[in-house]
């Protein structure tokens, strides 16, 4: 697990990498996606163990059903199946969750201390272009924010075509391969954003850390973030 240790306040975050859980097989072994074929009691356990590492009540741990779009809502303990691909509470104690296997966790913080709140963003290239990093700030309100950038398929890895990178700027495709990181701090900083961290971990290139989809063609577990306000 990789913890983030900004900004100053009340808050527990973690991004999730796949080692410390109890799958097997292709999705050995901290897997948290129960949309794989991964056996759901190993995939609820293993989100126990990731709850642990926050010190977060299992039985409120909020999750999407993420479908790259521009959607963040309030959260809500225990709330599964949303369609949405952001979180966010101002609720302390209340644990929210975005997967990825490839595409980018982003968390956002109000960085102010007076009224924490915290969001949670599951990003690829479709919800970048349709806006989900400016709808997880706006949803934080006014204020200074914090971002961080978690592990996702890097620029050494991520190939796209050129429908995709005609969508971006010339500057973040090299080869038709999309820098998917720069990307996502562009657009974080053109929301507002205060601060932003960028880990540059390419999930693609670190099998034995994290799950990839593309590396492994669709056969795979999910990483994420995970975060509270404690």
Known sequence: MIRWKSPPGPYE???????????????ASLN??????DEPERVE????????GVEADPDALALNYQHHSATVVRARPGARGDRADGLW????GLPVLALSADCLPIVLARANGSRPALAVLHAGWRGLLVGIVGAGVEALGPGP??????????????????????????????????DLWTAAERALRAAGCASVE???LCTACNPERF???????????RQGVIGLIA
């Open 89 to 92: 509470t101002d609720e302390p």
């Open 198 to 200: 960028r880990m540059d």
């Open 211 to 221: 799950f990839s989809h593309r590396r492994d063609d669709g056969i795979t577990g």
């Open 13 to 27: 975050v973690v991004f999730s990498t796949r080692e410390g859980g109890v799958s097997e097989g292709p999705w």
């Open 32 to 37: 948290l996606g129960r949309m794989t074929a």
């Open 45 to 52: 356990e293993n989100r126990r163990r990731l709850c642990a």
């Open 145 to 178: 924010v914090a971002a961080a950038i978690g592990p996702g398929i890097g620029p050494c890895c991520y190939e796209v075509g050129p429908e995709v990178s005609a969508q971006f700027d010339h500057d973040l495709t090299s080869s038709r391969h999309l």
